[in-house]
């Protein structure tokens, strides 16, 4: 799945002004806040404190951890838009409401301004990570 054409357009219009300027345009975050409602802004407070971390493995796979603001770790998946918070779960996939919560809107956000921390980890380490999300949800 993507993201509405229009989220990704405002993405990469993100990047670009962030690589030329290193800031983004008032009229960029505008564009967030209305595009991404309510997570837009609590997304660029997360980026701000650096909480989004990509996990790689050995075999190139990777996932997203975000810090959340409760100090809670999340696991974010962006390839397929999904987050592991109790927000995503009721806001985006019960309700419709939103496009992400902000935990995913912070991964989109760190990577196109440079901000995500790096850990590598074994394919042991990450399959780990991901059972212990398992356990969380079951």
């Known amino acids: 799945s993507t993201l509405p054409a229009v989220a990704e357009e405002l993405l990469r219009e993100i990047k670009k002004a962030f690589e030329e300027s290193s800031h983004v345009p008032d009229d960029l975050l505008l564009g967030l806040k209305f595009i991404f409602g309510p997570s837009a802004v609590p997304a660029l407070d997360l980026v701000d404190q650096r909480s989004v971390t990509r996990v790689i493995?050995?075999?190139?796979?990777?996932?997203?951890?975000?810090?959340?603001?409760?100090?809670?770790?999340?696991?974010?998946?962006?390839?397929?838009?999904?987050?592991?918070?109790?927000?995503?779960?009721?806001?985006?996939?019960?309700?419709?409401?939103?496009?992400?919560?902000?935990?995913?809107?912070?991964?989109?956000?760190?990577?196109?301004?440079?901000?995500?921390?790096?850990?590598?980890?074994?394919e042991e380490q990450l399959t780990n990570i991901l059972l212990a999300e398992e356990e969380d949800e079951g």
């Open 57 to 122: 493995a050995p075999s190139g796979r990777t996932l997203y951890q975000v810090l959340g603001s409760s100090g809670k770790l999340y696991t974010c998946y962006s390839s397929c838009h999904f987050c592991t918070c109790p927000a995503f779960g009721f806001s985006v996939l019960q309700k419709s409401e939103s496009l992400l919560c902000k935990h995913i809107l912070a991964v989109y956000l760190s990577q196109a301004m440079g901000a995500c921390q790096e850990l590598s980890v074994s």
